[in-house]
């Protein structure tokens, strides 16, 4: 009648929990799901570019340095008794610039030769200038190719200085410059250039009055230096959308983790109504791995519950225990006062008073007297460990706090020592380095300790420095903690 009941129980709840519980997509699990979400990843991995659209240049990218010979002509005002030919005199020059764009760049430069005044006597002049360029084809074409030709015309200002006399004035340049690429880096030119300046340049005309002026043609070459060229401005447009695409995904699993959470719940709370009806019907220790795997299963991954350390705080606070197991059933021990007596006595945590029901007693799952508390060397249970970031002392998770919590409630309040030892990573640092670290390390956890309220003189600190015995390597960064008895010596 009993297994009846019990069988009528499970099938009426596996009913009402399918149900109950929402839909659930079809292809929410499969293989086939997981290609379309990586074929949505990765469809933009080869990026597009902008047509026409450059990223501007670095401050170390297209920089150049040309050199130029001609001719220069002088033309004052009072002009003198000369044609433009019987004026040309030799010059040269000298500038350093950069492309900011393929379009737009600047330059510095030097011009000097000879001119003809108005007297018609030679004369020797020095032009210091900075120009504006902007390049009319552009340096580069829109698919990131360097251009063959370009036409550069340009502006602006300098100081002419007239050598014989010692005028300096201010000047205006403009000129145009023609460029054919030959390779990547060298270039010939062709400018034609003048710049206007004072009357009083040469000496003889009015003061305060524009009017003198130099024209000049010369041929030369341009060399680039550094690095050349120009990235191509990548397409944001693929990634946005698939961005967009990830937070609609992300939600639909979000809503779907959700209503597993919630039938996961419901599948608990029929599995722990199965555990009570064994209980009740003395049918535990029969079934017991099957109660036990369905238990574990809604508990999910516990943490260190130190198993270890509790056994040994049950037999310290019950030090007449006679060794038998008190959870046996009065039959298969001692008489039914005795064993009544016996678990008043033991007064161990998660031990419950025994329900008798069919000759038979139930036992909870905190129970662990038979394991061993402490092993020779007086540590209790396993060690446990910090880790900590790279180089420093800052733990890696700031809620590993939560164990130090948990540690310094179970030294104060079982009257406990620990001994600190803190380690580096051998892979990186030097071994002075690791030696400081693995102390900084072992210093820090103590002060943590004590900040909670374990006192100084239960905690024992130690340093191994840099070792490499953990895989990943992330684990040798860490500090290790275990309980004692007493300081181990």
Not at 25 to 30: A, L
Not at 132 to 148: C, F, I, M, N
Request: charged share 20%; glycine share 12%.
């Amino acid at each position: 009648m009993t297994k009846r009941f019990i069988f009528i129980f499970a099938a009426s709840c596996s009913l009402w929990a399918r149900a109950v519980a929402g839909p659930v997509p079809t292809d929410s699990i499969g293989n086939s799901g997981y290609q379309y979400f990586m074929e949505k990843v990765q469809s933009v991995t080869t990026p597009s570019y902008l047509d026409g659209v450059l990223v501007a240049s670095p401050w170390t990218a297209n920089w150049f340095v040309g050199v130029s010979g001609g001719a220069s002509a002088f033309l004052g005002n009072p002009l003198g008794c000369e044609d433009l030919f019987g004026r040309l005199q030799p010059s040269w020059a000298v500038n350093v610039g950069k492309w900011f764009t393929p379009h737009i760049g600047s330059r510095i430069g030097w011009q000097g030769g000879k001119f003809k005044d108005g007297a018609l006597d030679t004369r020797n002049f020095r032009h210091y200038h900075a120009d504006l360029l902007w390049s009319v084809l552009g340096e580069q074409r829109k698919d990131g190719t360097p251009a063959e030709w370009s036409l550069v015309p340009y502006v602006g200002v300098g100081l002419l200085h007239h050598k014989d006399n010692g005028q300096k004035q201010f000047s205006l340049s403009y000129g145009i410059q023609g460029r054919y690429r030959i390779t990547g880096r060298l270039a010939a030119t062709l400018e034609l250039g003048g710049c206007t300046t004072f009357r009083e340049f040469d000496g003889y005309g009015k003061i305060g009055k524009w009017g003198d002026r130099f024209l000049t043609l010369s041929a030369g070459l341009s060399v680039t230096i550094g690095k050349t060229g120009w990235k191509r401005a990548v397409d944001a447009r693929p990634y946005v959308c698939r961005n967009e695409w990830l937070v609609r995904r992300s939600e639909a699993l979000a809503g779907a983790n959700r209503r597993y959470a919630s039938r996961h719940e419901k599948d608990g709370r029929i599995i722990r109504e199965l555990r009570k009806i064994l209980e009740l019907e003395g049918l535990l220790d029969k079934y017991g791995w099957a109660a036990d795997s369905l238990y574990n299963y809604d508990i999910g991954n516990p943490g260190n519950d130190y198993s270890g350390l509790n056994s040994l705080m049950s037999r310290l606070r019950n030090r007449h225990w006679n060794g038998m197991d008190p959870l046996a059933s009065p039959a298969d021990t001692v008489d039914g006062n005795k064993y009544a007596d016996m678990q008043q006595n033991l007064g161990m945590a998660g031990v419950q008073d025994s329900t008798a029901m069919d000759g038979a007693s139930h036992r909870t799952d905190a129970c662990s007297i038979r394991q061993p508390a402490y092993s020779d060397t007086g540590y209790i249970g396993i060690p446990i460990y910090f880790f900590f970031e790279l180089g420093t002392t800052k733990l890696t998770e700031p809620a590993q706090g939560i164990n130090l919590d948990a540690l310094a409630r179970v030294i104060t309040g079982h009257g406990l020592y620990v001994t600190v030892t803190g380690a580096a990573d051998s892979m990186t640092g030097t071994e002075e380095i690791n030696d400081r670290l693995g102390r900084a390390r072992a210093e820090y956890i103590a002060r943590e300790l004590i900040r909670r309220g374990v006192a100084p003189d239960r905690i024992e600190k130690a340093d191994i420095g840099g070792i490499s015995d953990y895989n990943p390597v992330e684990g040798n960064r860490h500090t290790q903690v275990r309980l004692n008895i007493h300081i181990p010596r």
